[in-house]
């Protein structure tokens, strides 16, 4: 799948460096701008529809990967019977994985959209993610259980699959929605990790297991055409921004980025299935653990903004907001090379 890998990254970085200038137009005609305050960096008005951009141009990207690819869609027609106890009691198809995975994300992108320009109430945005966790769950995204040493892969209860997945998509989703701090911070977190899912992915393509090698193939598409996105997008979001991804691009870069580690980089054994994607994540997700827990002791609200998240305190010692962009970066390649390392090191499945 390493062509339909480039040509969802190359469309999905040129669909979407030609939606942004589209979408910055947008917010100044509708009114939905980013307005400087106390507790933000920026000086200046900054259109914040740049994820209807990133949404859009992933999504036609991987759209025109099925319409110009015949391998891909070859592969979006496997279909794997699922049984229990020797009875087969359903079909995993990953075509339907394909589309729910699509769906989940345009829900996220316009409630997140929709959110940074009238400002929904946090129970809100909260329901519409679960919500869009479920879709995905539907078509059969979902953490279906855990290979273990000598024991082989142990199936997950339906309701600890279920509720194991909502967690995951949903710290994916507001750990990059709570990241997205400072000019070109998450796009350029989400590229290095998407980035690294599909490393993750091409080293574990040869595993036994056919239901894991289909996925891990689509898992290596997706993330190909989200690294894509997510640096078109950095182009117009690095320091001195001129647009923000808003809600609406974090909750769609985050939901599809968990999405594609469920059905891609999970796929190993014990515990690193679930330590190589949190690995690559590690520092946003510290920061917002951090941040609920400071929240907490104050009384606050768990999603009342501050200015206690890491890139702040940087910035109160007087680092500028280059400086503390590029410390993210080069901590997350660390981190990513550090899971990558750990991939080619694991035991085959």
């Known amino acids: 799948m390493i062509r339909a890998s480039l040509v969802g990254f190359v469309l999905a970085f040129?669909?979407?460096?030609?939606?942004?200038?589209?979408?910055?137009?947008?917010?100044?005609?509708?009114?939905?701008?980013?307005?400087?305050?106390?507790?933000?960096?920026?000086?200046?008005?900054?259109?914040?529809?740049?994820?209807?951009?990133?949404?859009?141009?992933?999504?036609?990207?991987?759209?025109?990967?099925?319409?110009?690819?015949?391998?891909?869609?070859?592969?979006?027609?496997?279909?794997?019977?699922?049984?229990?106890?020797?009875?087969?009691?359903?079909?995993?198809?990953?075509?339907?994985?394909?589309?729910?995975?699509?769906?989940?994300?345009?829900?996220?992108?316009?409630?997140?959209?929709?959110?940074?320009?009238?400002?929904?109430s946090p129970a809100v945005k909260f329901l519409a993610q679960i919500i869009a966790a479920y879709v995905a769950m539907m078509y059969g995204v979902r953490v279906a259980g855990l290979a273990l040493p000598g024991l082989g892969f142990v199936t997950f209860p339906l309701l600890l699959s279920q509720a194991v997945t909502l967690f995951w998509l949903l710290g994916f989703m507001n750990a990059i929605n709570l990241t997205d701090g400072l000019d070109g911070l998450a796009a350029g977190l989400v590229a290095i990790a998407a980035g690294t899912f599909f490393f993750v992915a091409l080293l574990q393509a040869d595993t036994r297991v056919l239901l894991y090698a289909k996925q891990l193939k689509l898992a290596g598409v997706l993330a190909a055409a989200l690294a894509g996105s997510a640096l078109a997008f950095l182009v117009y979001n690095f320091h001195p921004a001129r647009v923000f991804m808003g809600d609406g691009g974090a909750l769609f870069l985050g939901f599809l980025l968990g999405a594609v580690s469920v059905i891609g980089t999970l796929k190993t054994s014990a515990v690193l299935a679930f330590l190589i994607p949190v690995l690559v994540v590690a520092l946003p997700v510290a920061d917002v653990a951090a941040a609920l827990v400071r929240r907490w002791r104050r009384g606050a609200g768990l999603m009342t903004a501050d200015k206690g998240h890491f890139h702040h305190r940087l910035l109160a010692r007087g680092w500028t907001q280059r400086e503390v962009v590029l410390l993210v970066y080069v901590i997350t390649l660390l981190l990513a090379g550090a899971a990558l390392l750990l991939t080619f090191f694991r035991g085959r499945v």
Request: hydrophobic share 50%.
């Open 14 to 120: 040129a669909a979407t460096a030609g939606l942004v200038p589209l979408f910055i137009g947008l917010s100044r005609r509708w009114g939905v701008l980013d307005m400087p305050d106390p507790r933000k960096v920026h000086l200046r008005p900054v259109p914040r529809w740049g994820g209807g951009a990133i949404a859009g141009g992933t999504v036609l990207a991987l759209l025109g990967v099925v319409a110009l690819d015949p391998r891909f869609r070859a592969l979006l027609a496997f279909r794997h019977k699922v049984l229990e106890n020797g009875e087969v009691v359903g079909i995993l198809g990953l075509r339907a994985q394909f589309f729910g995975l699509l769906l989940g994300g345009l829900i996220c992108a316009a409630i997140g959209m929709w959110d940074d320009r009238r400002s929904l």
